[in-house]
């Protein structure tokens, strides 16, 4: 584990955990010098590292010593990323709160948890906001019972939480919808199609709470619900209905905390709009989401970050000209589309390294190149089947009988 962790680091947070190891553990060397010495390993060798520090006494606990430098590890990430992580703001109001109604300073007490929960609301954090309200609470009642304090409604202030647990429960709910979509659709890949899975999905959607996602209590959950839909149109195939979906997703993008999730809402905005839009306006939404992406990219570790740009920047294209058959643009686009891919390969993701080439081989078939579909189905076949991804590998071998004869 201490291995991974430690390979995982950006240059600042390794160099933060030093400063912070100096200050906090002054006269003890042993984390820095562990440290130093896994990092310098391409390959995690505990032996070599036993080895080279057979005479300093932690090497009789070194289990002990790895876990407890984990531990500081993730110590000094928590206060490196404090200042960004809207839960630890919460969390640090929270403690302040705590210590100051030990120390009978119950003003200041308060004063944190308003601190607190103005982070949490901002942050959509409904769970730490039922926290600080039953702390507040219970603060105000020690102030009635203790200090004689007057309050205005306290009866009003005790029913919040209860309040509260509503939009928690909206929340849940919509999110067990969406989950469950999601899930579906991910297990029953290849046989999404079916009867039997166009009628579970038709069902779905139109369940009381996706069909009048309206009266969520929380945007959150309204777009939670949204989400769902928009994964039930496009099982369904009904395009048009997607991207309605998917524009009033954005519409709401305004309350989302995660830039994440905006993120993903421009990006299955893009996604219905290759199916049934304008090449035009396909392109004016694609630039929309590759400038938030763009934006976002120093703020966020994204996984494997040039397949991203690399599909919105040229791939989606060539998706397009596929979808809507336009046999001239396929000839056009495809060998500009595999150059650019040839820079990249090697940093796909193995379901990207699907995706892309069963399109290139689906792309040369169609436009009669068969050989050069062939050798992309060749390098398919090569790689281990995903197990999650089925469909693309029957798609695969479907193609590979056509392909054969003809």
């Given at each position: 584990?201490?291995?991974?962790?430690?390979?995982?680091?950006?240059?600042?947070?390794?160099?933060?955990?030093?400063?912070?190891?100096?200050?906090?553990?002054?006269?003890?060397?042993?984390?820095?010098?562990?440290?130093?010495?896994?990092?310098?390993?391409?390959?995690?060798?505990?032996?070599?590292?036993?080895?080279?520090?057979?005479?300093?006494?932690?090497?009789?606990?070194?289990?002990?010593?790895?876990?407890?430098?984990?531990?500081?590890?993730?110590?000094?990430?928590?206060?490196?990323?404090?200042?960004?992580?809207?839960?630890?703001?919460?969390?640090?109001?929270?403690?302040?709160?705590?210590?100051?109604?030990?120390?009978?300073?119950?003003?200041?007490?308060?004063?944190?948890?308003?601190?607190?929960?103005?982070?949490?609301?901002?942050?959509s954090l409904f769970t730490q906001q039922l926290e600080i309200l039953n702390w507040s609470n219970h603060i105000m009642f020690r102030d009635i019972?203790?200090?004689?304090?007057?309050?205005?409604?306290?009866?009003?202030?005790?029913?919040?939480?209860?309040?509260?647990?509503?939009?928690?429960?909206?929340?849940?709910?919509?999110?067990?919808?969406?989950?469950?979509?999601?899930?579906?659709?991910?297990?029953?890949?290849?046989?999404?199609?079916?009867?039997?899975?166009?009628?579970?999905?038709?069902?779905?959607?139109?369940?009381?709470?996706?069909?009048?996602?309206?009266?969520?209590?929380?945007?959150?959950?309204?777009?939670?619900?949204?989400?769902?839909?928009?994964?039930?149109?496009?099982?369904?195939?009904?395009?048009?209905?997607?991207?309605?979906?998917?524009?009033?997703?954005?519409?709401?993008?305004?309350?989302?905390?995660?830039?994440?999730?905006?993120?993903?809402?421009?990006?299955?905005?893009?996604?219905?709009s290759l199916r049934i839009k304008s090449w035009k306006t396909t392109k004016q939404i694609l630039n929309k989401c590759l400038e938030l992406y763009?934006?976002?990219?120093?703020?966020?570790?994204?996984?494997?970050?040039?397949?991203?740009?690399?599909?919105?920047?040229?791939?989606?294209?060539?998706?397009?000209?596929?979808?809507?058959?336009?046999?001239?643009?396929?000839?056009?686009?495809?060998?500009?589309?595999?150059?650019?891919?040839?820079?990249?390969?090697?940093?796909?993701?193995?379901?990207?390294?699907?995706?892309?080439?069963?399109?290139?081989?689906?792309?040369?078939?169609?436009?009669?190149?068969?050989?050069?579909?062939?050798?992309?189905?060749?390098?398919?076949?090569?790689?281990?089947?995903?197990?999650?991804?089925?469909?693309?590998?029957?798609?695969?071998?479907?193609?590979?009988?056509?392909?054969?004869?003809?």
């Amino acid at each position: 584990m201490a291995f991974d962790l430690i390979k995982s680091l950006t240059p600042g947070e390794k160099r933060y955990f030093k400063m912070f190891v100096s200050t906090f553990e002054r006269t003890n060397k042993t984390y820095i010098k562990l440290f130093n010495a896994i990092d310098k390993q391409s390959t995690y060798d505990e032996k070599t590292i036993k080895t080279k520090f057979k005479n300093e006494s932690f090497v009789k606990h070194f289990a002990v010593v790895k876990s407890n430098l984990c531990n500081t590890i993730l110590k000094s990430l928590r206060f490196y990323h404090s200042e960004n992580n809207p839960q630890e703001k919460v969390n640090q109001h929270m403690s302040n709160s705590l210590i100051l109604v030990r120390k009978g300073k119950r003003d200041l007490a308060s004063y944190h948890l308003k601190k607190a929960l103005k982070v949490a609301e901002e942050n959509s954090l409904f769970t730490q906001q039922l926290e600080i309200l039953n702390w507040s609470n219970h603060i105000m009642f020690r102030d009635i019972v203790l200090r004689d304090s007057i309050h205005e409604n306290p009866l009003q202030q005790f029913s919040l939480p209860l309040q509260h647990l509503k939009v928690i429960k909206d929340l849940q709910k919509s999110i067990k919808l969406e989950f469950n979509i999601r899930l579906f659709r991910f297990k029953n890949l290849d046989k999404i199609r079916t009867k039997k899975s166009h009628k579970y999905l038709k069902k779905f959607v139109n369940k009381p709470l996706l069909k009048f996602h309206e009266k969520s209590r929380s945007p959150i959950a309204q777009e939670k619900k949204l989400s769902a839909k928009f994964q039930c149109y496009l099982c369904l195939k009904d395009y048009e209905q997607a991207f309605i979906t998917s524009q009033n997703m954005i519409k709401l993008t305004n309350y989302m905390p995660k830039p994440q999730t905006v993120l993903s809402i421009h990006a299955d905005h893009s996604y219905a709009s290759l199916r049934i839009k304008s090449w035009k306006t396909t392109k004016q939404i694609l630039n929309k989401c590759l400038e938030l992406y763009l934006e976002l990219a120093p703020k966020i570790k994204f996984t494997n970050p040039e397949s991203k740009l690399f599909e919105m920047m040229h791939f989606c294209e060539l998706l397009y000209h596929l979808f809507h058959l336009n046999f001239d643009a396929i000839i056009n686009t495809l060998p500009k589309v595999e150059k650019e891919y040839s820079n990249i390969e090697d940093k796909t993701s193995a379901s990207d390294f699907w995706t892309f080439n069963y399109h290139f081989s689906y792309g040369h078939f169609i436009i009669g190149e068969y050989e050069n579909a062939q050798s992309f189905i060749v390098k398919l076949l090569n790689k281990p089947v995903l197990k999650n991804r089925k469909d693309y590998f029957i798609a695969t071998q479907i193609l590979n009988l056509f392909i054969h004869y003809l």
